[in-house]
């Protein structure tokens, strides 16, 4: 494996960019499955909305939080403690689903202890800019500490689009509809994947207040936010597969 | 009865080939060795398990068992530990090298996150083969996902 992966579809890409009925469907990449409660498992399926202007994606980059590095927003508000204060299990909580139907490649990306942290796929045929593709993976049983006071905690998925390979330093050109990326990440991190505003998928964890009642000093409890931080966003956002980093290009 | 025994040790079977590849996240890119380098008797890995009813019933009891593969040296011994609670069990192979694994561990805690722990009583480095399932009270295979914390 290596840049041929991407270097295939790129020729797809250019055949399809120049057909005369090119459209855009104009919807923002998202998770099908947006929310659910906490301790159950879920499939679930990053969904691509659009292509980048008339290019087409070719391939897509997606970071969880780690929470070992995350920023936690508590009602909006920054937490200075750990994710273990709301939640008893995310590392994060997902299992990636293996399948080459929408692009002939894929792999996992891990963080420091292993656990998975992301996946990636391209290559094989382009996303055709008038459908919609879905690249799937499944959400493991996630806890809301029972001693916290959150009533649902928001992940933020950070994705990236690709349709045009390029480097870092050339991701954010183009504007809207002419930029290489399709960039659906938090905004201000000071990284090269950054969105103009926060536009990172959400998937929302929501208690179970039958089985995991809000310990009575709570109230109405809190609202919890996790973020990829910039540290996480330029670890693992690269697509490096065989130990060779294909996007961006270095 | 029969059939639901069968279907218990297929289960078995199959979640036993899951966990051994689940064990190379362990590792942390060397293979389900502890301590590498063979110098550090304080080698530790942390681990939290989910145990939840992913449709086979809620769950009672977290149970994991051991094989160290490495060869036998007097002093040192692979442990695997479960805390949940303010309870906690383990179990060591106290037969390095050979085929069999400890005994199972086994810690009634229900639903939830339980630690688990490999732990070893000297400086050198094992390969081990870990197993770790998440158990209904009838004894049906439940719910099961790990995250690792700690791998040094």
Not at chain 2, 6 to 14: D, E, K, P, S
Not at chain 2, 110 to 123: H, I
Request: include cysteine; charge should be negative.
């Amino acid at each position: 494996m290596n840049t041929q992966v991407f270097k295939r579809a790129s020729m797809t890409a250019a055949l399809l960019a120049s057909a005369a009925f090119v459209q855009s469907a104009m919807a923002h990449t998202v998770l099908e499955v947006s929310s659910l409660a906490e301790a159950t498992r879920a499939y679930n399926n990053v969904v691509i909305g659009h292509a980048c202007g008339t290019t087409p994606v070719m391939g897509a980059s997606v970071v969880f939080p780690d929470g070992a590095s995350s920023i936690i927003k508590v009602n909006g508000q920054i937490h200075n403690g750990p994710l273990t204060d709301f939640v008893s299990n995310w590392g994060p909580s997902i299992s990636v689903v293996q399948s080459n139907e929408l692009f002939s490649e894929s792999g996992v990306k891990r963080g420091p202890t292993g656990n998975i942290v992301g996946f990636w796929a391209g290559g094989g045929d382009v996303l055709s800019p008038d459908m919609i593709g879905r690249l799937p993976f499944r959400v493991n049983a996630v806890n809301i500490a029972p001693s916290s006071c959150a009533t649902s905690v928001v992940f933020r998925v950070a994705i990236v689009d690709v349709c045009e390979i390029t480097s870092a330093s050339e991701l954010q050109a183009g504007g809207h509809d002419g930029a290489p990326v399709g960039l659906w990440t938090m905004a201000g991190l000071g990284t090269p994947y950054d969105a103009a505003s926060d536009n990172a998928a959400r998937l929302t964890i929501n208690r179970n207040t039958t089985s995991n009642p809000l310990p009575a000093a709570c109230g109405n409890g809190v609202s919890v936010e996790v973020q990829p931080s910039a540290e996480q966003i330029l670890r693992d956002m690269p697509i490096v597969t065989g130990g060779v980093q294909i996007w961006p290009e270095l | 009865m029969q059939l639901r025994k069968q279907i218990h040790n297929l289960l078995l079977a199959v979640l036993t080939t899951a966990g051994l590849q689940a064990g190379s996240a362990f590792a942390h890119g060397v293979s389900e060795v502890m301590d590498v380098q063979g110098d550090d008797a304080a080698f530790t890995a942390l681990a939290r398990v989910t145990c939840f009813n992913d449709g086979n019933g809620e769950a009672a009891y977290l149970m994991s068992r051991i094989r160290d593969k490495s060869p036998a040296i007097p002093g040192l011994l692979v442990t695997v530990h479960i805390l949940k609670g303010g309870r906690a069990i383990n179990a060591t192979d106290t037969s390095p090298g050979d085929a069999d694994y400890s005994v199972w561990a086994a810690l009634p805690g229900g639903n939830g996150v339980y630690l688990l722990m490999l732990t070893k009583t000297a400086a050198g480095a094992r390969a081990f083969d870990l197993e770790w399932h998440c158990m209904t009270a009838d004894n049906v295979h439940t719910g099961t996902d790990i995250l690792v914390d700690q791998y040094d």
